[in-house]
Nanobody
Framework: QVRLVESGGQLVQSGGSLRLSCVASGLTFSTYDMSWYRRPPGKQRELVAF???????NYADSVKGRFTISRDNAKNTVSLQMNSLQPADTAVYYCNAGRSFGRTWWGQGTQVTVSS
């Protein structure tokens, strides 16, 4: 019933920008903490950014100052604006919904490829 669908990933040149979106359904979106993770090729999944239900945000050091996470509760959407992209940002990006002491939900992922 819960469904998270990411979109916006594509091939982009180094230094370019992309905006990823994740649309959630089947949950009371405004009560959930939302986050973006990524899995680079051959590496473990890592947290990129999160935005809690109240709107406070935090970022991994590797993306701080370049990426911005936001949410639109009216549209059940969390977005990730990615600027100054580098090849190291190449990964499958996943959105996640969760609450304290509760289960989490994952989207299917969207591929971001940054060429040098």
């Amino acid at each position: 019933q819960v469904r998270l669908v990411e979109s916006g990933g594509q091939l982009v040149q180094s230094g370019g920008s992309l905006r990823l979106s994740c649309v959630a359904s089947g949950l009371t979106f405004s009560t959930y903490d939302m986050s973006w993770y990524r899995r680079p090729p051959g590496k473990q999944r890592e947290l990129v950014a999160f935005i809690i239900s109240s709107g406070n945000t935090n970022y991994a050091d590797s993306v701080k100052g370049r990426f911005t996470i936001s949410r639109d509760n009216a549209k059940n959407t969390v977005s990730l604006q990615m600027n100054s992209l580098q090849p190291a940002d190449t990964a499958v990006y996943y959105c996640n919904a969760g609450r304290s002491f509760g289960r989490t939900w994952w989207g299917q992922g969207t591929q971001v490829t940054v060429s040098s």
